[in-house]
């Protein structure tokens, strides 16, 4: 193995050692690092729209499970405040 | 919720529940079992496991806002790009006024109150331990959605 190569190599190995433990410190542990990049990034989007866009019309279900709504017919005349998230 | 007593007489709210972020089978974390939390669901794969989820949720913490759950095609999510959390506001045209950056790093009430309050008047409270932070109990649960301000 040459030397260029060898000192290549070594380089990237450090960097991505450097980079796993400076995504573990901002995730937590190695272990959340590893779920931030397994499971979280693959999900989380910029997204497109922008202010002055019309907003999506999506259909949404009521908490009996059941009844149907569409975000449009939630916007009556008055700003809507939408918040998106889960439980955990 | 201080937000949404403050300005709930001017100002429609709705909440959107979308797939988790830290399921069992995904990226669980620590904090989701601590003490009394227990917050542990894997990954709904049905409607009806996000209809459970999103009742247990509101039930927890008599949660007043409206509310809806997004479909199993992610469309709500999709559309507004909105995983793991995040805020918009739209304004009486149906326009996106304001689009809130994806949480948890990024995702800022007080950037809502700010819009509400210019167009209505600041609220102003004797304590306000909570102002200007929906989500300011949420990370105690790992809630992704905000508390009420009595949970």
């Not at chain 1, 009521?62 to 809507?80: Q, V």
């Amino acid at each position: 193995m040459s030397r260029w190569l060898l000192w290549t190599t070594v380089s990237i190995g450090v960097l991505l050692v450097l980079g796993f433990a400076g995504l573990s410190l901002m995730a937590g542990s190695p272990k959340d690092a590893i779920g931030m990049v397994r499971f979280a990034l693959p999900h989380m989007h910029v997204g497109t729209l922008k202010a002055g866009d019309t907003a999506p019309d999506v259909r949404l279900v009521a908490l009996d499970g059941k009844t149907r709504f569409h975000l449009r017919e939630r916007t009556s005349g008055r700003p809507l405040v939408l918040i998106f998230g889960s439980f955990t | 919720m201080q937000i949404y007593n403050d300005y709930k007489d001017r100002v429609d709210f709705l909440t959107i529940y979308i797939r988790e972020a830290h399921p069992t089978d995904e990226w669980r974390m620590k904090s989701n079992e601590k003490d009394k939390d227990d917050v542990c669901y894997v990954q709904p794969k049905t409607l009806e496991q996000r209809i459970v989820i999103a009742n247990d949720f509101t039930k927890r913490f008599k949660f007043p806002l409206p509310f809806g759950v997004d479909e199993m095609n992610d469309a709500a999510n999709n559309a507004y790009a909105a995983w793991p959390e995040r805020l918009y506001i739209l304004d009486e045209s149906g326009r996106i006024s304001y689009k809130g950056g994806n949480g948890p790093f990024k995702y800022d009430p007080k950037e809502v109150r700010t819009w509400l309050a210019q167009r209505y008047g600041d609220v102003k409270h004797a304590e306000t331990p909570q102002n200007g932070r929906l989500g300011s109990q949420l990370h105690k649960t790992r809630a992704t959605l905000p508390l009420p301000a009595s949970a």
